[in-house]
Nanobody, 125 residues
Framework: EVQLVESGGGLVQAGGSLTLSCAASGFTWEDYAIAWFRQAPGKEREGVSCIMNSDGMRRYADSVKGRFTISSDNAKNTVYLQMNNLKPEDTAVYYC??????????????????WGKGTQVTVSS
């Protein structure tokens, strides 16, 4: 059974930093991509970043490029999202999701079958 558990959310002031973790289990690590999504109240879910476990290739949404960094610890089957220079508009519930890697299409177009329960990030102004 695939399990994804997020942690590391919290309350931070604008300009501050947080690191989210996503501990994964129940699948062949190298076959999957892990992505972070977020959803703010009243807004649609938004893809934030994605990492391909096979080769470490990373992708970012334009809204977080230069501020967020996705990384992974393959020995721990854990993916991290380092968030710097946080803004109030980054406030959302952040979810990690897993899907079998595929090429020839954007990760933003994939249907992710496995999701964590989310962790709240609140950025105060």
């Amino acid at each position: 059974e695939v399990q994804l558990v997020e942690s590391g959310g919290g309350l931070v002031q604008a300009g501050g930093s947080l690191t989210l973790s996503c501990a994964a289990s129940g699948f062949t690590w190298e076959d999957y991509a892990i992505a972070w999504f977020r959803q703010a109240p009243g807004k649609e879910r938004e893809g934030v970043s994605c990492i391909m476990n096979s080769d470490g290739m990373r992708r970012y949404a334009d809204s977080v490029k230069g501020r967020f960094t996705i990384s992974s610890d393959n020995a721990k089957n854990t993916v991290y999202l380092q968030m710097n220079n946080l803004k109030p508009e980054d406030t959302a519930v952040y979810y990690c999701a897993a899907e079998i890697e595929r090429y020839g299409s954007s990760w933003l177009d994939w249907t992710f079958d496995h999701w964590g329960k989310g962790t709240q990030v609140t950025v105060s102004s």
